[in-house]
């Protein structure tokens, strides 16, 4: 059986790397809090403007690695592959209250998306 908690992390991190956030965000609340290697957003719009250019213009594929949950908490550890790195592991860590997220404490290495982002402004120099 599985728990309320990841069924909703479970769908939130199916929809965000199918590429439909319009989806994903149905399963955060308004003022959710999301902590990741860059810091403390807060709000929804917030969470979407950091999720989107990921998921839509770096990610190509994704692959879960494993899930656990409880009724409030959520725990998934994914791989991705992506543009700038063919594999980039994450893990998010999720509070659910009243059927959605709350908070989000997001990890994943930055380093494979900074060197990216140099490689890129050097090709444009």
Same mark, same amino acid.
């Given at each position: 059986?599985?728990?309320?908690?990841?069924?909703?992390?479970?769908?939130?991190? /199916?929809?965000?790397? #199918?590429?439909?956030?319009?989806?994903?965000?149905?399963?955060?609340? *308004? *003022?959710?809090?999301? *902590?990741? +290697?860059? !810091? &403390?957003?807060? !709000?929804?719009?917030?969470? $979407? %403007?950091?999720?989107?250019?990921?998921? %839509?213009?770096?990610?190509?594929?994704?692959?879960?690695?494993?899930?656990? !949950?409880?009724?409030?908490?959520?725990?998934?550890?994914? *791989?991705? =592959?992506?543009?700038?790195?063919?594999?980039? +592991?994450?893990? =998010?860590?999720?509070?659910?209250?009243? #059927?959605?997220?709350?908070?989000?404490?997001?990890?994943?290495? /930055?380093?494979?998306?900074?060197?990216?982002? &140099? $490689?890129?402004? #050097?090709? !444009?120099?």
């Amino acid at each position: 059986m599985t728990s309320s908690a990841l069924q909703i992390a479970l769908s939130h991190h /199916r929809a965000w790397t #199918g590429k439909d956030l319009t989806a994903a965000m149905t399963y955060l609340a *308004d *003022d959710v809090v999301l *902590d990741a +290697p860059a !810091g &403390r957003l807060t !709000g929804i719009q917030a969470y $979407r %403007e950091f999720l989107r250019p990921f998921a %839509e213009q770096f990610l190509v594929r994704a692959e879960l690695i494993s899930a656990f !949950g409880d009724d409030t908490t959520a725990l998934l550890m994914y *791989d991705t =592959e992506t543009i700038p790195a063919a594999s980039a +592991p994450a893990a =998010e860590c999720v509070t659910v209250r009243d #059927g959605k997220i709350v908070h989000n404490r997001f990890i994943f290495d /930055r380093l494979p998306f900074e060197e990216f982002r &140099r $490689r890129q402004a #050097g090709a !444009g120099a």
